[in-house]
């Protein structure tokens, strides 16, 4: 099956619309059902060894939950660590940023597009530039040009996306079984359609030789991809 990329529907819908926050609450229970939150504390701290605090970035961070329970599981681990939540939109409930501080993070937005909010970052500021199910939002080219920023921007690139397989398919139209309703249904399926598989997110790396690269798969529907700077 051939990689394809549509619009998906909460991508258009205000962030205070209903439909939108329900759909929100309900990526919480599907990253949950995919475990990403366990895959990512767990392949976060066996790339970056040591309990110094950390500066993280998430891309495409949405309401902030998805790394809130990141770094729940890290809260022993990396004390005082910074986060970054970039997202377009302004959709981080000021409740997620007042569970960041209880954890001793300190955590701020930046309402921008991710491409955009790397090509001003200073380059090599953070420890490590994370996504959860956002960069199967990109074609090749653009997301080619998105991977080139990042590598110039941390020494560890971090993703979870949809895994493009007949599993992730046959999950995707489960989802009704675990209370999700039409827009997170909907693009569940587009989400699939435009995932990864085999190594497709490494050969759009732009520099392999100073770099470790990572791509596999994660659970039954997940595909992970890490780049690690070589020392």
């Known amino acids: 099956m051939n990689r394809i990329v549509l619009p998906e529907m909460l991508d258009r819908l205000p962030p205070g619309e209903a439909a939108a926050q329900r759909s929100r609450r309900e990526l919480r229970r599907v990253n949950a059902w995919m475990r990403h939150?366990?895959?990512?504390?767990?392949t976060l701290a066996q790339n970056l060894p040591g309990?110094?605090?950390?500066?993280?970035?998430?891309?495409?961070?949405?309401?902030?939950?998805?790394?809130?329970?990141?770094?729940?599981?890290?809260?022993?681990?990396?004390?005082?660590?910074?986060?970054?939540?970039?997202?377009?939109?302004?959709?981080?409930?000021?409740?997620?940023?007042?569970?960041?501080?209880?954890?001793?993070?300190?955590?701020?937005?930046?309402?921008?597009?991710?491409?955009?909010?790397?090509?001003?970052?200073?380059?090599?500021?953070?420890?490590?530039?994370?996504?959860?199910?956002?960069?199967?939002?990109?074609?090749?080219p653009p997301l080619a040009e998105l991977l080139r920023l990042a590598s110039g921007s941390a020494r560890l690139v971090m993703a979870l996306e949809p895994r493009r397989s007949?599993?992730?398919r046959l999950g995707g139209g489960l989802l009704w079984a675990?209370?999700?309703?039409?827009?997170?249904?909907?693009?569940?399926?587009?989400?699939?359609?435009?995932?990864?598989?085999?190594?497709?997110?490494s050969a759009l790396w732009p520099d392999r030789k100073n770099w470790h690269l990572t791509e596999r798969s994660a659970g039954l529907f997940s595909h992970l991809f890490i780049a690690r700077r070589k020392e």
């Open 51 to 140: 309990r110094e605090a950390q500066s993280l970035v998430e891309l495409g961070a949405g309401d902030g939950h998805f790394l809130l329970s990141v770094a729940r599981r890290l809260r022993n681990h990396w004390p005082g660590s910074e986060a970054t939540l970039v997202d377009r939109l302004e959709a981080m409930d000021p409740r997620t940023g007042e569970a960041f501080h209880r954890l001793g993070w300190r955590v701020s937005a930046a309402t921008a597009e991710a491409t955009e909010w790397l090509r001003q970052n200073q380059r090599g500021a953070h420890q490590a530039i994370l996504s959860n199910l956002f960069l199967h939002h990109f074609p090749d």
């Open 178 to 201: 675990i209370g999700c309703g039409p827009v997170t249904r909907h693009d569940a399926a587009i989400s699939i359609r435009a995932g990864f598989a085999n190594g497709e997110l």
């Open 166 to 168: 007949w599993c992730a």
């Open 37 to 42: 939150p366990a895959i990512m504390s767990r």
